[in-house]
């Protein structure tokens, strides 16, 4: 089987990962690495060491374990979406969320010629190289030289030569330099209105094309607006695209009866429980009451008294209310005590009320659940706004 250059534009013709290549070691959600395959290195981590040499022959998307045998990890084939996680950031750049979207808008696909400005740190160059791939061609623009010879050594690197043309270039001053050649537009500009006109040359005169600009401020997307307008592009929108993550709950959904069931069970419980309760409470306090006699014993002795104080083993155990009453042979004025208005329960006593054709409470109901989302307190706000506009052969003969 031929094997071919790796690319981020095109998966080999086989699988293998070979002395030379680029991976991306996948840790984590949060944690992946790029790195070259060279034999006799190593790449480190808090799970261990894997060496270079033990990844060539294997095939991407093998599972690594560390020499110690307490992580792995995965090697990936480098991808433009896995770029834009691992790359280094020389400037603000475009994640997958508005990569996607834009790209749809613009109507991309393999043929195609574009342009960009700016590059940036190449974010989205490696998605629009990957997708006009492999007859299309994208005319980037950067007006930083450094970013410039950043970004040319990466394209090198991943294979993206062949479809990527750079150039260092301020175009809101200096223009394009391109007439009739592409088919979409994306400014990534502070003032994407400056560069208009020149993108308005630079479509393919005799076809529809889009254009989209990526603006933070709606002061800029206000100008930009009227820059289309005026140049005579047509079907101009704006959207805001937000990534928002909904956290998943069930929710119990109690009739009326159930839920006055349930509560008549947890009272039954509390009821049950307060005998231990008070047993406890008094125990407690026949403690505190011996510290104090022993404390004061010496002191009641020189007064011919003690001041100890014992709790009586009715107060210790009381009588726990209950309602295990044998029904068949008292009858209800017999279970229950009678109360008017002169009678009175005294501090200490307890009355059982008992009524007859009501079953017993249950406590383990189970009701009908319904699946709903709430979004989390903290969530990533607005990034920037993308307007998007549409060239005809018309507006090119304004």
Known sequence: MSVTRQSFASYKDNNTIENGDLVVLYLGKENLNLIRI?????????FGKYKHADMIGLEFGTKLGSNTGRGFVYLLYPTPELWTLVLPHRTQILYIADISFVMDFLNLKPGM???ESGTGSGSFSHSIARTIAPSGHLYTFEYHQERVNAATKE????GLSDYVTLQC????????????KVDAVFLDLPAPWEAVASAKKAFKQNKMGKICTFSPCIEQISKTVTALSEQGFVDIQMFEC??????LRVLPMWTIEEALEKERAAEKKRKRALPRVIREQLKKDR??????????????????????RRCTDAELNPTPVTDDTDYSTKSPRESSPTLSPGNKISQGESA???????????????????LVTRLPVEQRGHTSYLLFA???PITGEN
Do not use: W, Y
């Open 38 to 46: 060279q034999d006799g290195q190593e790449f480190c981590c808090k």
């Open 287 to 308: 403690q505190d009451s011996d510290n104090v006699g022993a404390e004061d014993e010496a002191g009641g002795d020189l007064m011919g008294t003690s001041n100890k």
């Open 352 to 370: 059982t009320f008992i009524t007859f054709g009501q079953d017993e409470p249950r406590e383990d109901i189970e009701p009908d659940n319904i």
């Open 390 to 392: 549409t060239f005809t």
């Open 242 to 247: 937000l990534i928002r993550f909904n956290e």
């Open 169 to 180: 270039r301020d175009v809101c001053k200096e223009g394009f330099g391109l007439e009739n």
């Open 113 to 115: 010629s574009m342009i």
């Open 155 to 158: 394209f090198e690197e991943h």
